[in-house]
């Protein structure tokens, strides 16, 4: 059983001070804000395959829980042309030293491969119980990018992965604080955004023995409202790269998978909720895992992100507080699936 202040380290996220971010870079328009207008980034694919371009409105249907919602804006966009930019962040909390200087070397191939012509622009994020921080600025520079990720100087945690379960719980505690403070730095930013985090996930600290008292429940699902509405606010699609490999057990790879459905009160949740590759496949993206080559599955996330549609729709209205909606899109064509967000928080509206 986790109780008591040893628990609270990973539940009082939101006091941890870290260092601001800025990501600089002209791109469209951000979408009008109208705090009941939901818009949606949809990547549609075949079984195997890339995504699919020329889709119509009328190829889409959005389910609401499970009834059809009108959908008030449709655009599509192709290829390099997406206002798209991407953050990649190397995890030094969750991995050991040379698991980090493996992964410098795959995100520095990564990075000048086609001989550093890059599809997007990406700034990169290094991550140490020091905090969160952008390493090098949005670029389009890869070869810039590699020369700059080579002067970083990544200092060694001092969070040991065998600290066990509270040292478990101090790192939850830092990955969660970071996640928000970079969200909270790229709300700002125009276009979608890509986070790639490198990491073989923050723990989940959950199972039979790990109970929770409803303090700590209210406390976890107020996080998962707020990643979800932030994650969807800022237009962020957040990928969890594990570059472990085959060395990782099957079931500790897979085990995110029990806490992927949507939460809609507190009693439902556990710590598990917050995981990493949890809240990547919540906002739209992928968790890849049980592949060490780093490289090609950062290419995979890029592969992935486009081309893509954004379709917005009016959020239902809500009788109660941080009321849980799940979404669902259905496709006219065969063989296609569609992903996007996989479901938001609704509000009452203020009583007049």
């Known amino acids: 059983m986790i109780t008591g202040h040893r628990f609270a380290c990973f539940i009082l996220v939101t006091s941890m001070c870290m260092p601001a971010i800025s990501a600089q870079e002209p791109s469209a328009a951000p979408p009008p804000a109208d705090a009941s207008r939901i818009y949606l980034d949809v990547v549609v694919s075949p079984k195997s395959g890339p995504p699919v371009a020329d889709l119509q409105q009328q190829d889409f249907t959005l389910l609401d829980n499970k009834s059809p919602r009108t959908i008030t804006s449709f655009q599509a966009f192709t290829g390099r042309e997406a206002p798209i930019k991407v953050v990649l962040v190397i995890d030094a909390i969750n991995a050991g030293t040379q698991r980090v200087d493996f992964d410098r070397i795959q995100v520095d191939r990564f990075l000048r491969a086609e001989s550093g012509h890059l599809a997007y622009p990406v700034a990169l994020a290094l991550f140490t119980d020091k905090g969160i921080w952008i390493a090098a600025e949005l670029s389009s520079?890869?070869?810039?990018?590699?020369?700059?990720?080579?002067?970083?100087?990544?200092?060694?945690?001092?969070?040991g992965r065998s600290a066990g379960v509270y040292g478990a719980a101090e790192r939850l505690q830092y990955s969660v604080a970071a996640l928000h403070q970079l969200t909270a730095s790229l709300a700002a930013q125009p276009g979608r955004k890509i986070v790639l985090w490198v990491s073989p996930g923050w723990p989940l600290l959950s199972g039979p023995r790990m109970e929770l008292s409803p303090k700590q429940q209210q406390q976890i699902f107020s996080d998962v409202v707020g990643f979800s509405t932030q994650l969807r606010q800022a237009g962020i699609t957040l990928y969890s790269v594990n570059p472990v490999g085959s060395t990782e057990s099957m079931f500790r790879a897979s085990y995110y998978k029990d806490f992927l459905k949507g939460v809609s009160k507190p009693n439902q949740v556990a710590a598990g909720n917050l995981g990493l590759p949890v809240l990547a496949v919540q906002s739209g993206g992928l968790a890849l895992d049980l592949n060490n080559d780093l490289t090609a599955l950062l290419r995979e996330c890029v592969s992935d992100v486009a081309p893509y549609y954004q379709i917005s729709f009016d959020a239902a209205s809500a009788e109660r507080p941080d009321e849980y909606h799940q979404l669902e899109i259905k496709l006219a064509k065969p063989g296609l699936t569609a992903r996007t967000r996989q479901g938001y928080y609704v509000q009452p509206l203020p009583k007049k």
């Open 141 to 159: 520079d890869g070869n810039a990018l590699g020369d700059a990720l080579d002067k970083q100087e990544i200092a060694i945690r001092a969070i």
